[in-house]
């Protein structure tokens, strides 16, 4: 006759196989092949812009086509404002919202500065590109300058937030 602890360990050897058995029959469900799907991939590539891309042949000249090319502009701060602005009024206005002017300069303002803009730049664009400035604000200069720093302002209390939340 087997003893209480003999039949709980073999008990215990057993309810770990099970559970081994179980958390890799888990994994196996859980685990997909990383196949392309040829329906999407078919679709990709069809709607890609081909005239973006024909005349790349080297990653040297890839820099000169994006700078140069009609359709992405040049790359100065008053180019990306202004695609960036049009952007988010075009989509207000597919939800039937309304963002004043100064929403709208603030949106492109952290767009901005969280895409690698610095600052003076995204401010310069402000004050250059935004819509009846000068009748909507005593200072424009003074307006572009302050929407440009409270922007950087909250990424930065994102960021710190962000990493006291990581822990660190």
């Known amino acids: 006759m087997m ?6 360990a073999i008990f215990s050897i057993l309810g ?26 078919k679709r990709f590539v069809e709607s890609a812009p081909v005239y973006r891309l024909k005349d790349i042949t080297s990653e040297d000249n890839f820099e000169d086509i994006i700078i140069n090319h009609p359709t992405l502009g040049p790359r100065d701060a008053r180019t990306v404002y202004e695609r960036l602005r049009t952007m988010y009024v075009y989509q207000a206005q597919q939800k039937g919202w309304y963002l004043g002017e100064g929403s709208v300069d603030y949106r492109v303002a952290k767009r901005m500065l969280a895409d690698g803009w610095i600052e003076a730049d995204v401010a310069r664009a402000i004050r250059e590109r935004s819509p009846n400035i000068e009748d909507r604000y005593r200072d424009p200069d003074e307006y572009a300058v302050r929407t440009a720093k409270f922007a950087r302002g909250e990424l930065v209390r994102k960021d710190e937030n962000f ?6």
């Open 3 to 8: 003893t209480a602890q003999a039949l709980i």
């Open 16 to 41: 770990s196989i099970a559970a081994l058995y179980l958390a890799k029959r888990a994994h196996d469900r859980s685990f997909r092949a990383t196949e392309p799907d040829e329906e999407l991939v």
């Open 163 to 168: 990493r006291r939340w990581l822990g660190g």
